[in-house]
Structures are given as structure tokens and as C-alpha cells.
């Protein structure tokens, strides 16, 4: 059941481009203003509540699913779940408007592209550089986050945890992003959080892109994200990422001297050269996943 909830929604985004006919959020964040408004509630009882609530909706109706109704119901709660709890708006698009951007040199077009899809706190809190090398670097730093958080998280906590598992996470990175736009003091503390909840999906992201990329260059910083879990999230994959692009290996082969197959980084075009496999990247995880997936259904 988890498998084939899985296909139909991977099949149902290819169809829509997202899951937006179900992602309204207006009842969350209305329950957060009033559950915000009780000044005699901690922080974290308030999240914990937001979150928990609906959550434990979803999990008394699985579990009377379970017990009482056809498995069919429990495919539809699957799917509904799912295709909630995906990221919202869209990715692939303003990756490609960005790539064109840089190749046409629009960078107020770029730093516009870069700043809307951001979600990473510092460099929210930083500005951005004339230059396009930081550009390009902030911008595989934010896609490579966004294109995991988006899915890649919300597959990782379904698969472990069922329906209610994705939408916790969908849940949190939802008040996570109205705390840092309306720059809540419990933005911080709710960073902290998000980055301990990432971590695992994180690491599986890493070894996925070390698997169909480049892994001798993963080693390093797959090794680095499995022993700190405290490492800001965007931070870990953009340095795996690259690991996964080649990045290290480029960087041996031009420290070594006289040698007639040396690479040569050009700046900004390999980093931008980085920036466009992101989809590519991406899309072979996506196909492991589902692979994995599918071995798993049939062994267990």
C-alpha cells in the first residue's frame, strides 16, 4: 500500500506540477496566530500543539481504517497526505529561470529568483554579492534545500513513519517558514528543531546523490553530516552536493602540476555548470528512491 500511495502520487505531481489542489494552509496558520496569542503557553508547548493536533487526527483515522474499513480508504488517506504534505509552489521552473538568467547576466533577475525560493535563515540575514560566483554558489546552497525539503524529507519521514510521519514535517517546516517571515523570536529555537529533524533524511540524501553521482568525492562531507547533526541542513547538502557534482576530484586535478589532464575551474561558469545538474541530480535520487521502494514491498 505504501509503495503503490507512492506512485500514484509521484504520477499525480507529474500531472499537476504539485500537489496544490490540496496544499491550503489558512487553518494552520490561523490555529498558530491563536495558539501564538496565549502568552502563558511556552514556545515549544505551542508548536508541539500546532503540530501534534492534527497530526493525531490523522493518526486515530488511519487506525480506524485499519480495523474497520476496506484498505482502499487507507490508499486515499495515503494519497491525500502526500500530496499535502509536498513542498509548495514550484521548483523546477525557477531553477531554469535562474540558469537563464545567469546565462543572459540578469542578476537582479537571479538575486530576485534565489531570494524568493530561499529558506535558509543565513542568508536571508546576509546580503547578497555583486558577484556571480556567490551567486551561484548561494543559489546551489537554496536549491539543493529546497529540492529536498520539498520532497525528498516528506518521502523519507512517509516511508518511516506512514502518513502521519510526513505531515508532522510538512506541518513544522510550514510554522518554521511563517516564524522566519515574520521574524519570530522562537525562529531561532525552531531552526535548532528543523535541522535535528533533518538530519537523518539529510544523510540518506547525501549517500542517494554519492550512489548516482560521483561517491569517492561524498566520502568527506558524507562523513562530516553523519557524525554533527547540528550542521545547518542547506549547508550539508550543498557541500555533498558538490562532492556528488566532482568538485573535489576538479579541485585535486588542478592542485597537481604538469599534468596534460588538468581541469581547470572557470569562474562562474562551473559554478553555474553545478547549479544546472541540480535537476539532474534530483531526478536519479528520485528514480533510487522509488527502486528501493519497490525491492522493499516485495521483501517485506
Not at 513542498?87 to 538575486?111: C, M, N, W
Amino acid at each position: 500500500m505504501t509503495f503503490l500511495s507512492l506512485v500514484i502520487v509521484l504520477l499525480l505531481v507529474q500531472w499537476w506540477g504539485s500537489g496544490r489542489p490540496l496544499q491550503k494552509d489558512a487553518w494552520l496558520l490561523r490555529f498558530w496566530l491563536w495558539l501564538d496569542s496565549k502568552a502563558n503557553l511556552p514556545l515549544p508547548l505551542k508548536v508541539f500543539l500546532a503540530v501534534a493536533t492534527p497530526v493525531v487526527v490523522v493518526v486515530l483515522l488511519v487506525a480506524w481504517v485499519h480495523g474497520e474499513v476496506a484498505g482502499l480508504w487507507l490508499l486515499l488517506i495515503n494519497i491525500a497526505v502526500l500530496l499535502y504534505s509536498l513542498g509548495r509552489g514550484k521548483f523546477s521552473e525557477p531553477l531554469q529561470e535562474y540558469i537563464a538568467a545567469a546565462h543572459s547576466d540578469q542578476s537582479v533577475r537571479a538575486t530576485h529568483i534565489v531570494d524568493e525560493m530561499n529558506l535558509d535563515p543565513q542568508l536571508r540575514s546576509e546580503m547578497h554579492e555583486e558577484d556571480w560566483l556567490t551567486l551561484n554558489h548561494d543559489a546551489l546552497r537554496v536549491f539543493s534545500y529546497r529540492g529536498f525539503e520539498r520532497m525528498f524529507a516528506v518521502l523519507f519521514w512517509f516511508l518511516l513513519l506512514g502518513a502521519p510521519g510526513a505531515l508532522a514535517y510538512r506541518l513544522l517546516i510550514i510554522l518554521w517558514s511563517q516564524m522566519l517571515e515574520t521574524n519570530h523570536k522562537g525562529a531561532p529555537l525552531m531552526t535548532k528543531v528543523v535541522t535535528w529533524i533533518e538530519w537523518p533524511a539529510a544523510c540518506l540524501m547525501g549517500l542517494s546523490w554519492a550512489l548516482v553521482g560521483n561517491f569517492d568525492a561524498c566520502v568527506k562531507p558524507l562523513r562530516q553530516g553523519v557524525t554533527n547533526a547540528s550542521e545547518p541542513t542547506p549547508v550539508y547538502l550543498a557541500r555533498v552536493l558538490r562532492g556528488a557534482l566532482g568538485e573535489d576530484i576538479a579541485d585535486d586535478q588542478k592542485a597537481a602540476t604538469n599534468t596534460a589532464t588538468q581541469t581547470v575551474k572557470i569562474e562562474p561558469a562551473y559554478s553555474l555548470s553545478l547549479v544546472e545538474q541540480i535537476g539532474g541530480m534530483f531526478s536519479r535520487a528520485l528514480l533510487l528512491w522509488v527502486v528501493l521502494a519497490a525491492v522493499a514491498t516485495l521483501i517485506f
